[in-house]
Structure formats: C-alpha cells, structure tokens
C-alpha cells in the first residue's frame, strides 16, 4: 500500500520559516519525482517545487528563493524549506509522487502565515 505522509505544518508569522517532511512507503522512492503542491483557500492546487531522481529542481516563480525541496533516498523522505514567509503562501500542501503512470497524493499539511 502506497502512503505518503506529510508533518511540518503550522501557523508562522510574516517573514517566518517552516520546514514540511514527506515520509514516502510502498513504492521503490528513488524512481520517482517527487513533488510539493499548494492549494491556497478558493483556487487550484499548483506545483511550488519538484525535484527529479536525478535531484533536479524546479520551482514556482512566487517561491524561488525562499523555498528549498530536498530527497534522502534511502529514509525516502522529500523535504521542504519554505524561508521568507509570506501571507500569500498560506494553504494545504500536498506531497506528490510520479513515475510512469503511477501518481500519488499525500493527504496534506496546513500552513498559515498570519501575524
């Protein structure tokens, strides 16, 4: 059974830092690219960062250079660094995981960026 489990969430000022975990099980991690989407209160989720097997990176052009995605392979885990808080970053985020046709979600963490 494929889970994806994300932690790390939480309400954080302006200008404030978190740091969401993806814990990857049931599927060969190192295959696949593996993702962190946002879904802001009344819009469409939308990619914020990936990074491939080959650990290449991409980001949203509202998060570069404030949010970092990084894999350990062997604790099949992706990370992500979100520095620079800002209000507009407020929403769910959801891990992601694709390789092929295979396409998997994670449940989700709440973060809040609010004085």
């Known amino acids: 059974q494929v889970q994806l489990v994300e932690s790390g969430g939480g309400l954080v000022q302006p200008g404030g830092s978190l740091r969401l975990s993806c814990a990857a099980s049931?599927?060969?991690?190192?295959?696949?690219?593996m993702g962190w989407y946002r879904q802001a209160p009344g819009k469409q989720r939308e990619l914020v960062a990936g990074i491939t097997p080959g650990d290449n990176t991409n980001y949203a052009d509202s998060v570069k250079g404030r949010f970092t995605i990084s894999r350990d392979n062997a604790k099949k885990r992706v990370d992500l660094q979100l520095n620079g808080l800002k209000p507009e970053d407020t929403g769910d985020y959801y891990c992601n995981a694709r390789w092929n046709i295979r396409n998997y979600w994670g449940q989700g963490t709440q973060a809040t960026v609010s004085s």
């Open positions: 049931g599927i060969t991690f190192s295959l696949y690219t």
